[in-house]
């Protein structure tokens, strides 16, 4: 199983990480950083939405891969979808 997440606070930009949990381990295994935040993500009095957008899938042509998007604070102060894989 993994889990995709943004993580944020007072002097880390937000980011994208994931955790993944193998069957048969007793707990979930600590997060692991997929693509770091380039910038604040402060818009002052309108910010902009964020953080809809999230998701895991297990790959079509490898069922031992998932491919994870989350979003992240892009250097122009917007947001961007990173995409990557996580494999065993």
């Not at 980011?15 to 048969?24: G, L």
């Amino acid at each position: 199983m993994v889990v995709v997440y943004a993580r944020s606070g007072k002097t880390l930009y937000p980011e994208v990480r994931f955790s993944v949990y193998y069957r048969n381990e007793s707990d979930i295994r600590p997060s692991r950083l997929l693509h770091s935040g380039e910038a604040p993500y402060d818009q002052g009095n309108s910010p902009l939405r964020w953080g809809d957008c999230a998701g895991a899938s297990v790959d079509p042509s490898d069922d031992t891969a998932i491919w994870i998007a989350q979003e992240y604070a892009k250097a122009n102060g917007n947001y961007g979808i990173w995409v990557g894989e996580v494999s065993p």
